[in-house]
């Protein structure tokens, strides 16, 4: 039943045509408010209860905290024992998966996520979202959980369009229940320092290795 309505699911649809068309898309109440709200509170008890920590950069044993890159807070989600909130988002990412696997052929095989706290005053510096010398992560998903944001409040996601150049880029207010998607490879992005605490569920759709190609627009010159 589950399968017959996502490929009916105008949030889906929507989705994979922006990504299709020009590699990124801002989608907003993707999940319902209930939803939202519950990850939301799950997200903020776990900071409050010391169960975050400091984000790294690299991978594996090359990672490392550096505060003039990073200053976010993260938990990973863990698949195997989700709160009820989380399983609630795993199911909806997995439609979505299944989703752009049909309508892109992208050949996405798994997702992998965390929950992100950024205090009053963290950012994060411009990056791409794939490891030196890895291609698995092949389209990244971020979702907000901040009720009442306001443009004042900062913490924008900024998005680079043109490669590795300083304009045009787009700046997107951290909305709960805005759902971002974009190609991990092609967009170079950063987090603006915000004025109070931000929150978000931040992950990627991963391909094997040596994963297919996709129906994806061209990175511009």
Not at 115 to 127: K, N
Not at 172 to 198: C, M, N, Q, Y
């Amino acid at each position: 039943m589950d399968a017959i309505r996502t490929e009916h699911d105008p949030r889906y649809a929507n989705i994979a045509e922006h990504l299709a068309a020009a590699g990124w898309c801002v989608h907003d109440e993707f999940l319902d408010g209930e939803l939202t709200q519950r990850l939301a509170r799950e997200c903020r008890l776990l900071w409050q209860q010391g169960e975050m920590r400091r984000a790294a950069v690299g991978k594996g044993d090359d990672a490392r905290i550096r505060d003039q890159v990073r200053r976010d807070l993260v938990r990973w989600v863990d698949p195997t024992t989700p709160t009820l909130g989380q399983h609630g988002w795993l199911h909806h990412l997995e439609q979505l998966r299944l989703a752009l696997n049909r309508m892109l052929y992208l050949g996405l095989f798994e997702y992998e996520g965390h929950l992100a706290v950024y205090p009053a005053g963290a950012f994060y510096r411009r990056h791409l979202d794939r490891f030196q010398g890895s291609a698995e992560r092949r389209i990244s998903v971020v979702f907000y959980l901040n009720d009442a944001w306001t443009d004042d409040d900062g913490g924008q996601l900024r998005i680079y369009l043109d490669g590795d150049q300083a304009t045009p880029f787009v700046d997107i207010a951290p909305v709960a229940g805005r759902l971002v998607t974009f190609v991990s490879d092609r967009f170079e992005h950063e987090v603006l320092a915000a004025k109070r605490p931000r929150m978000s569920l931040t992950g990627w759709y991963r391909t094997r290795p040596s994963g297919p190609g996709a129906i994806l627009p061209e990175r511009s010159a």
